[in-house]
């Protein structure tokens, strides 16, 4: 028995002494995540850039601006597709802006109107194969990439892309504010930001510029831009105009601009065109949200937006009867809606395709066809014909008889 | 008479055969080992639960094993168990070594995380390990309890979607955060 109890005595001394050793053991936890470092390039460099090249290959499509015979395709953050579409059947890349930084643009006349980084500039394109600048208007876009006060492009540097190092680090010092990585970086520099869209005569609803009579209105994610263009080579900002934050898109109607934000949409009269004047606000789950808009009714679709983890896809459609107050008629789901555009009775809508409704009843629209595609982005309706974008490139359909819709063409990547 | 002889011999050989083949078998004895366990670290203290079923020929006992661990991350660790026991007498030391995978099995609190961190359901398993050294205690019908100390590590990885004011090419930044949980383990348990 005396054994038995010194038998015990050895293990428990054991059990207690590693049991001593537990404070010594330490948990590792490393934080893995990609750090952006920013490169930069002179605005002066860039803007040597800007020229007309060979028509290039379409690989990253954006926004889409239509013009009479001419399709401009944007390449994100490259330049510009220009094409004539004389024929919609065999559309023809004439030739390819370089306009590094680019989005948006806007077609008047002879002059074309695109952003370059917070540049805005305006381009003689009567030759599109030889366009020439006739004016930079610096600063338009700030929050494109915040380019300080200075007004010599020699000596503003702009971020034009970043290099991407993956980095591990321990948890407990990874530099992060909020847990947000990167956001240091963001602060302590200007930012750059690419988003894909579609634009034109004809704009898409995912455009941030539109023009009513002399002015151009175009956007950016706080303020309203209101630029004098009844000289079209010689663009004139006339005024900076708060209008809220996660601005998104702009669409005019009616002496109207309805801009659709992050989490609303608000309705600018234009009678005094310099001052638009906030008519409404409509607030909204926080989700990207296109509009357009008809006499009676605007229509927004929602989707789901990383920015603030929305889930939200669907179609609200807003009657229009009471100036200052559009209510809410119906909201309908979708499955990833981004742009839409309305002939007639007609509401065609990006959703993980190209949607087709009869809106005759807003109350109870009808889907009447449904056309399969993957990454649909925007569409522009004209003449019946649906110009739409993707993610692979620009397909037009002959719509004018629905029950017989026909592709015309397709420019791919 | 001698094909007697022969007859005799050849039986015996056999029998001595037999009994020779009834030794190995005997040898080969299943053993089923079931025990709690405290896990200590950093994290502070949690439970352990573990069943082991294998073999035990001579000295030495090969098995697998699955169990439940609560420390940090809830997890299923299955493992191969090797260990060799030590002493002539009833009771004996022995060692034992463990080596597997800990599956995750988080729960909806664990998944959660900073307010910019998005768990985006993915976390991939890792390594277990388990060594240590114990005592056996036989009790009756040649059962035994069992008393171990040892050290535990488990590794595990949480894949999430960052929040990044900084957009490229409009996919969401992703970033991963990677633990190896470092545990003392002490176990009780019954051997059958």
Known sequence: ?413 | MKKILTLVFFLSGCCIAHAQRADTLRSWKFQSINSIGLLNGQAGTALQLQTVNGVQHKSWFAGVGIGLDYYRFRGIPVFVDIRKMFGATANKFFIYGDAGIHFNWMTARQKESGSNLVYNGDARNGLYTDVGIGYAINTVNKNAFILSAGYSYKRLKQFYTDYSPIVVDGAPIKSSIQYGLNRIVVKAGLVF
């Open chain 1, 1 to 413: 028995m005396k054994k038995d109890r010194t038998s015990l005595t050895l293990p428990a001394f054991l059990v207690v002494t590693i049991l001593l050793f537990a404070a010594c053991v330490k948990d590792t936890c490393k934080r893995v995540y990609k750090i952006y470092t920013p490169v930069y390039t002179k605005l002066t460099d860039l803007r040597a850039q800007v020229q007309s090249k060979a028509a290039a290959a379409v690989t990253n499509t954006g926004k889409l601006y239509i013009r009479g015979n001419w399709i401009f395709l944007n390449e994100i953050n490259k330049g510009i597709h220009v094409i004539d579409n004389s024929n919609p059947s065999h559309p023809v890349k004439v030739s390819f802006i370089n306009i590094p930084g680019n989005i948006d643009m806007y077609v008047k006349g002879d002059i074309l109107y695109a952003d370059l980084y917070c540049d805005l500039l305006a381009a003689d394109i009567t030759d599109p194969k030889n366009i020439r600048v006739a004016k930079y208007l610096t600063n338009t876009f700030p929050d494109k990439s915040r380019y300080s006060t200075a007004v010599d492009p020699d000596s503003i540097n702009i971020i034009t892309d970043w290099k991407v190092k993956d980095t591990a680090v321990d948890c407990s010092t990874a530099p992060r504010i909020n847990d947000c990585i990167n956001c240091s970086i963001y602060l302590a520099a200007p930012a750059n930001s690419s988003t894909a869209a579609v634009s034109a005569g004809m704009a898409g609803s995912m455009a941030r510029f539109a023009a009513v009579d002399n002015y151009m209105y175009a956007v950016t994610s706080s303020v309203l831009n209101v630029i004098d263009i009844s000289s079209a080579s010689n663009p004139w900002l006339v005024k900076k105009q708060d209008i809220g934050w996660d601005i998104e898109t702009i669409f005019p109607y009616n002496k109207k601009l309805y801009i659709g934000a992050g989490s609303s949409m608000s309705v600018y009269d234009l009678q005094d065109p310099v001052n638009p004047t906030q008519q409404s606000f409509s607030g909204h789950w926080c989700s990207g949200d296109p509009v357009v808009a008809d006499d009676n009714y605007a229509y927004v679709t929602l989707h789901e937006a990383n920015v603030c983890n929305s889930k939200v896809n669907q179609l609200e459609i807003y009657n229009l009867a009471i100036p200052g107050s559009p209510a809410l008629v119906k909201t309908y789901p979708l499955t990833n809606p981004h742009g839409l555009s309305k002939d007639g009775n007609l509401l065609f809508i990006c959703d993980s395709g190209l949607k087709i409704y009869d809106v005759s009843n807003v109350a109870a629209i009808k889907l009447v066809k449904y056309i399969p595609s993957e990454n649909t982005y925007d569409v522009i309706t004209a003449n019946g014909i649906a110009y739409l974008v993707t993610k692979d490139g620009l397909y037009q359909y002959d719509y004018s008889d629905l029950q017989d819709i026909k592709l015309l063409s397709k420019l791919l990547k």
